[in-house]
């Protein structure tokens, strides 16, 4: 029993110690006086024992301060023994940190904008790489969802046919399911009438391979897919919201979609989003033609992996599969192979490369913040070595100076932090905005820039980083200048010293400007290889006249009055005299896709009439377009040899084709293709080659230009085109008046998108991205040059400083002010030189790093170098002038009655 009142009196001991602790926080006044009081009780007693021993009544009082030790000392070591008062007193160092920013303020605002633009940078850029690379897509388990494609000689993604779809499921072990998808522009019937929307047309299981469930009502069920089935729609979150005002009694309702009747069955997830058909709204399924031809490649496929089963093991069997469907099928599948690619990097393989360099820029440049505020920070601490002896002198210990720097840097990195990330929450916000509709619909992820965990994560990391390298950079440097001390320095810690210390500053302050003009140089190179890559991109050779056209997607109606192809033709000859009547058009014609695109579709396979198929070559494969006879005028293509399509071109008479010179080349080198034949189908007569016309940049600005076979319209016809228009004047002010022209014909045509071919280039993903990247790198180029330089200003003012004795007995013996102008400059000289030189090559490997990110430009790109360097050398020379002028301007006499 007394055991245990002796441990409730204890407990009851410890929460009072406890309570005594915290309420210490409240009392420091009180807590201060009663160590006061004991330390003066312990120098009284001491003192007294002195008095009995017969000392006199001063020297007892000296003895015992000298036993006791500075009093200063062991309060503070008295309170710091208190964890609650501890935590005060760190709160105090707090305080005197910002007491002490605000006494200079120059120094502590360029620290501080300094470090937040290198925070800012960094941030921003981590964001987009957070959006795309890091942050899992929302998919069940998405490291197991793999893209399906075909190969052809053109390349290696290429879309499947339903046949070869069907087998691939049926075939494999490596996968529990393969599912198909397409993106498609569907015409919504409203009240006001036809309307353009985005569609996606998905197999059954889509969803449940992906592990989505709709938020409301139901997933396509099995069979919904198949050909006769009752048709069903899924709904986006938005349609649902902006078009049914997010009712729940949707489920049920029929819709209207290209001419056919839909039963709405459910809403997907708000944050649902899928990369392979951008903002779809309306989801239905993807059903068989009547007759499916294993010839015919139109959609995509993915697929999930089995637990266990590596990508490798996945793509040797798709092969193998693929390999056996073109022994089997030979006419439509010869020459054709299978790829298997991991999910991720369908949807963001195009932009790994770009935001690697963008990160490692920004990394650059948080770097030269840190080197900069690093440098100023050393400045700082020379000027405050009078302080420190002081402080050292009156007992400090050096961990309680070391805690003071350690306190300093975390409030200088805390505010330089805190405003880049504020910084980056508007460049985000900033760069979000700059990114094109197009793009968006394609990489959807990038609509979730923000400042989520893991940016904060990273925020708070470079935060810490920082905060330690700015209390470990005064406190190595006091370390350096104590040691002075106790080795005799003393007179000159305190005088602020010229001698040693400022020699040491010199040299350090010397190597982290070459570290900085070496960095400036490599992103100044940087930035201007890709502005050259991009101004070549934007002006590559099209093989065409891309001024004054203007384009129209537009697609005949469904109706039974145009269900023939006789109908399409006379109607599309309609459209083609109608616009022409517009006042400002010069001509008109049709194409499937105009040229530059980001992806190049509607390729096919032919044979060449008398030149018999070896089995083992693959198949030859061609982009096809049927276009209208005056597409090639209007479009300003250069005909090389025979003829252009003419009206007389139709069903009727023998089939026609004009090739582009890079087929001519591939296929029929050392020959005139003019007069030769060749053949789409077997079940159908040949076509005779009757033009050949120079290369047309069908595919994306940087890609190469694919084997393309023109046919007539007339020949081949097709619901859906582009009217392609050439004005005399601005041709954005006639896309209006062509608009109008093809819904009077026919309210049931659908207007798909109208721009210019100039917006259609400067819009597409390729040179979007090439644009953003340029102005990236351009704007932390800027800044690195800004760092850079002052700098380099930094150092050689400092070194100034730290030379005026010198300077001063130089110029009383007789130096001219000329001859020490040159000296400083000869300095600033030396350093840029060093750090051009070292920048250069630094310069030549990361641009052999992003070679790929270049179009038409060299890594070993001299007149660039030579810009680069000479901007470089002018911004240094600038950056030394004053300095040098100040030391010109030196008055000896000045200079030795200072010293």
């Not at 190969?151 to 046949?163: A, I, M, Q």
């Not at 986006?236 to 709405?264: C, P």
């Not at 350096?480 to 810690?493: N, P, V, W």
């Amino acid at each position: 029993m007394a055991r245990f009142a002796r441990s409730k009196l204890a407990g009851f001991g410890g929460a009072m110690g406890i309570l005594r602790r915290v309420g210490n926080l409240f009392s420091r006044a009180r807590v201060g006086r009663e160590i006061d009081e004991e330390i003066s009780a312990h120098l009284a007693l001491r003192a007294e024992d002195n008095l009995a021993a017969g000392m006199s009544e001063r020297e007892a009082l000296r003895d015992a301060r000298v036993r006791f030790g500075n009093p200063v000392v062991v309060r503070e070591r008295t309170m710091a023994a208190d964890a609650a008062l501890l935590i005060e007193s760190f709160w105090a160092d707090v305080r005197y940190a910002c007491r002490g920013l605000r006494r200079t303020p120059g120094f502590a605002g360029t620290a501080i904008v300094v470090l937040a633009l290198g925070v800012c940078a960094s941030l921003a850029i981590f964001a987009f790489m957070d959006a795309v690379l890091i942050r899992p897509l929302p998919y069940k388990d998405p490291a197991r969802l793999v893209g399906l494609y075909e190969t052809t000689p053109l390349g290696p993604r290429y879309h499947l046919s339903y046949l070869d779809y069907q087998d691939w499921k049926k075939m494999n072990t490596v996968f529990t399911g393969i599912e198909a998808f397409d993106d498609r522009v569907i015409a919504l019937k409203t009240a006001a009438g036809l309307e353009r929307v985005d569609g996606a047309l998905v197999s059954a299981g889509f969803l449940r391979l992906l592990g989505v469930s709709p938020a409301l009502g139901r997933d396509m069920r099995d069979g919904e897919d198949a050909r006769g089935a009752a048709r069903v729609a899924l709904l986006s979150d938005a349609a649902w919201q902006q078009r049914f005002g997010g009712r729940r009694d949707v489920l049920g309702q029929t819709v209207t979609l290209d001419g056919a009747a839909y039963e709405i069955v459910g809403v997907l997830p708000r944050d649902f989003n899928f990369a392979g058909v951008g903002d779809a709204e309306f989801w239905v399924p993807l059903t068989p033609a009547a007759k499916e031809d294993r010839g015919e490649h139109w959609f995509s496929a993915i697929g999930r992996m089995k637990d266990g089963v590596a990508l490798k093991a996945a793509q040797t069997e798709m092969a193998g599969i693929a390999t056996r469907l073109a022994r089997e099928y030979p006419d439509t599948d010869g020459g054709r192979g299978a790829s298997v690619e991991a999910w991720t990097e369908v949807v963001v393989g195009d932009l790994r490369p770009m935001l690697m360099l963008l990160m490692a820029g920004s990394v650059l440049l948080l770097g030269m913040a840190c080197v900069n505020v690093s440098s100023l920070l050393l400045v700082r601490c020379e000027k405050r070595r009078t302080e420190i002896a002081v402080r050292g002198a009156l007992g400090a210990t050096r961990g309680r100076l070391a805690r003071q720097f350690v306190t300093e840097g975390l409030v200088l990195a805390g505010a330089g932090c805190a405003l880049g990330v504020g910084a980056a929450d508007i460049a985000m916000r900033l760069l979000g905005s700059l990114v094109p509709m197009q793009v968006l619909e394609t990489m959807p992820y990038l609509r979730e820039l923000g400042l989520g965990w893991h940016v904060a994560g990273f925020a708070l990391l470079i935060a810490l980083l920082t905060a330690a390298l700015f209390a470990l950079t005064p406190v190595v440097r006091m370390a350096a200048l104590q040691s002075g001390q106790q080795g005799g320095m003393t007179g000159e810690m305190a005088s602020g010293g010229r001698g040693t210390a400022g020699l040491v500053w010199r040299r350090l302050g010397s190597n982290l400007v070459i570290l900085e003009l070496a960095a400036a140089m490599v992103l100044l190179t940087g930035a201007g290889l890709l502005g050259k890559s991009f101004y070549r991109l934007l002006h590559a050779e099209l093989g065409m006249e891309p001024g004054h056209l203007a384009l129209v997607k537009m697609r005949i109606p469904q109706t039974a009055e145009l269900a023939k192809d006789a109908q399409v033709v006379a109607f599309e000859q309609r459209v083609i005299e109608e616009v022409k009547r517009l006042p400002g058009v010069e001509s008109a014609a049709t194409v499937p896709m105009p040229p530059v695109a980001d992806m190049a579709r509607g390729n096919t396979t032919f044979t060449v009439v008398g030149r018999p198929k070896v089995k083992s070559e693959p198949d030859n494969e061609a982009t096809m377009r049927n276009v209208s006879p005056g597409f090639f005028s209007t479009v300003g293509a250069r005909l090389e040899r025979g003829r252009y399509f003419a009206e007389t071109d139709t069903t009727d008479r023998p089939a026609v084709a004009i090739v582009n010179r890079a087929l001519a080349k591939r296929f029929f080198p050392g020959e005139d293709a003019m007069g030769m034949q060749i053949r789409f189908d077997a079940a159908l007569p040949p076509v005779m080659i009757v033009g050949v016309v120079a290369d047309l940049r069908e595919t994306a600005l940087d890609g190469e230009i694919p084997p393309t076979v023109y046919v007539p319209f007339a020949q081949w016809p097709d619901p859906g085109f582009y009217v392609v228009a050439r004005t005399a004047n601005d041709p954005k002010g006639v896309l209006k008046a062509i608009e109008g022209t093809l819904r009077g014909m026919d309210p049931g045509v659908l207007i798909l998108g109208s721009k210019t071919m100039e917006e259609r280039i400067a819009g597409t993903t390729t040179a979007v991205l090439h644009k953003a990247l340029a102005r990236l790198v351009a704007g932390f180029a800027g800044l690195a040059l800004v760092l850079s330089v002052v700098g380099l200003y930094g150092v050689i003012a400092y070194s100034v400083a730290q030379r005026t004795r010198e300077i001063g007995v130089r110029m009383a013996l007789g130096a001219q002010r000329g001859a020490v102008a040159g000296m400083v400059l000869r300095e600033a000289g030396w350093l840029t030189v060093i750090g051009l030189g070292a920048g250069m090559a630094c310069a030549v490997g990361a641009a052999t790093l992003m070679r790929k990110l270049l179009f038409g430009v060299s890594s070993w790109d001299v007149s660039t170098l030579i810009s680069v360097g000479a901007l470089l050398a002018v911004a240094a020379l600038l950056a030394s002038y004053l300095p040098a002028r100040r030391a010109a301007g030196v008055n000896p006499v000045d200079a030795l009655r200072a010293e």
